[in-house]
């Protein structure tokens, strides 16, 4: 397995700009598939968005599709989730998953087998 760091999250303003990173460690980073999860109190952890091995492929939750984008720097072993026009309802904790899986358009968090502690983000109105 893969241990993931995530860090970047913050109380932020409404239509205001954060931009989430994600270590990790190893040196097999460029084999595994990224996601990005988020989820508040009360309710399941939510799809966001995630990368191919490559980061020639992106997929995103329709509730943020436009307003977030992923990357990754395989030679720096981090993943990057840069979130605009931040809205009240982004307010979660943040996650980000590997794998060494196919990317596909239909992963969700029983996809991965690696998870960060998350990190918190607050959008204030």
């Known amino acids: 397995q893969v241990q993931l760091v995530e860090s970047g999250g913050r109380l932020a303003q409404a239509g205001g700009s954060l931009r989430l990173s994600c270590a990790a460690s190893g040196r097999r980073f460029s084999s595994y598939t990224m996601g990005w999860f988020r989820q508040v109190p009360g309710k399941e952890r939510e799809f966001v968005a995630a990368i191919s091995r490559s980061g020639r492929s992106t997929y995103y939750a329709d509730s943020v599709k436009g307003r977030f984008t992923t990357s990754r720097d395989n030679a720096k072993n981090t993943v990057y989730l840069q979130m605009n026009s931040l809205k009240p309802e982004d307010t979660a904790v943040y996650y980000c998953?590997?794998?060494?899986?196919?990317?596909?358009?239909?992963?969700?968090?029983?996809?991965?087998?690696?998870w960060g502690q998350g990190t918190q983000v607050t959008v204030s109105s």
């Open positions: 998953a590997a794998d060494e899986i196919p990317f596909s358009m239909r992963l969700g968090p029983a996809d991965f087998g690696s």
